[in-house]
């Protein structure tokens, strides 16, 4: 048997190490709460086969932050600042690479031919939404965000991300009435 | 800007929503989606703590450890949250649940409490303790399978030899009972004292190790 002390990393202490670790839930159930939010929101954003890598790559870094968090802060808004982030890189990478955004039929296979396919024609069209528009409305309608955390994700104020919700559903409108 | 009207809206809205609810399988595929991060967090050891249930004849224990070894051994009735919250502000928050870890621990408490084994062999990480805690239950880790000391003399032991009631406080604060015996130290006079698993458990060990001949 060996038996450490832990003498290399000493137990936190003193008060500013109190208040950021104090209030923080253990990073699993962290992930817990939020992972279905994220997991809507990159579906929705990326697509399904992206959406995996954005997913673990969201969480591995939320990880690496997580013990410099302060304690109250907002966990949702603060992951899916995150979550935007990784989703941004990915549309960036695929514009790069000339990759369309994915067609209908690689959203969902099982809906392809059922009366479902207007809303996932929706959806596609969504994924088709200039960056700001798109994570505004997937992190409305997918992930339940209201809009002062929608705003805090996308890194804008309050009133600009009302405006690109707005913009986006404008847009939107026209596939619904087709 | 053309102007969305509201009934044009609302259509919009409902379509996003049932296009959301078609995804029926969605809370399935996030939660195996966790999953994957929890485990590839586990085996590239970027959680600081990582924790599983364990089986015992008491119950499922909660076993949580550092990349040294095993930090916390938990009695069924702590409640989990309690357990990790504390861990969190102790240690870090960066927990996460990685029963394939745990393999060895399983494995040497299966065989402790089947009789066979008599020490265990297991990594320990002993940041929980304080450093008197330390002199204490490291005096309490040399007593042998089936012995027992009295606290005055674990006190003696750890260097205090009127510290009896700090050893027993010390020992009751124990993170990781069972491995680290400290229900081998009874009251002098062979009254069995306390235990913070409970008397009964403590009675059970020290039947399973032979030490209680008159079946106490």
């Not at chain 2, 990349?67 to 504390?86: N, Q, T």
């Amino acid at each position: 048997m060996s038996v450490s002390y832990g003498v290399s990393r000493p137990i936190r202490s003193g008060p500013r190490a109190r208040t950021m670790a104090g209030g923080l839930p253990p990073f699993q159930r962290f992930l817990d709460t939020h992972s279905e939010c994220v997991w809507r929101f990159l579906v929705s954003s990326v697509g399904p086969t992206d959406a995996d890598d954005c997913f673990q790559e969201t969480f591995i870094a939320a990880l690496h932050g997580y013990p410099r968090l302060r304690a109250g802060s907002n966990l949702r808004a603060w992951v899916m600042t995150i979550a935007h982030n990784k989703a941004m890189d990915t549309h960036r990478a695929r514009a790069r690479r000339a990759l369309p955004v994915e067609d209908v039929a690689a959203v969902d296979d099982r809906s392809t031919a059922s009366p479902r396919a207007v809303e996932e024609t929706l959806w596609s069209a969504v994924r088709e939404l200039p960056d700001r528009q798109r994570s505004a409305v997937a992190l409305r309608y997918m992930a339940d965000l209201p809009h002062r955390e929608i705003a805090e994700a996308i890194g804008c104020s309050e009133e600009a991300a009302r405006r690109s919700l707005h913009e986006g559903l404008t847009k939107l409108r026209k596939v619904v009435s087709k | 800007m053309t102007t969305v009207t509201d009934t044009e809206l609302g259509k919009l809205e409902q379509a996003l929503r049932r296009g959301r609810r078609a995804r029926s399988g969605e809370r399935e595929t996030a939660a195996a989606a966790a999953e994957r991060v929890s485990s590839r967090i586990a085996s590239e050891g970027l959680a600081d703590i990582t924790y599983a249930p364990v089986d015992s004849p008491f119950g499922t224990l909660l076993a949580a450890a550092t990349s040294k070894g095993l930090v916390r051994l938990a009695f069924p009735e702590e409640h989990v949250d309690a357990v990790l919250g504390g861990l969190a502000r102790r240690i870090s928050p960066r927990i996460i649940e990685a029963p394939a870890s745990f393999d060895a621990v399983r494995r040497e408490l299966d065989e402790y409490f089947d009789g066979s084994r008599r020490a265990f062999e297991l990594e320990q990480d002993w940041t929980l303790m304080s450093a008197f805690g330390r002199k204490v239950l490291g005096a309490t880790y040399d007593i042998p399978y089936g012995g027992v000391l009295s606290y005055a003399e674990v006190a003696a032991e750890a260097g205090s030899p009127r510290g009896s009631r700090a050893a027993g406080n010390a020992l009751g604060s124990n993170p990781i009972p069972i491995v680290v015996p400290c229900h081998r130290v009874l009251r002098s006079g062979g009254n069995l004292g306390g235990y913070g698993g409970g008397l009964d458990r403590k009675r059970y060990l020290l039947n399973l190790e032979g030490a209680l001949p008159d079946g106490r």
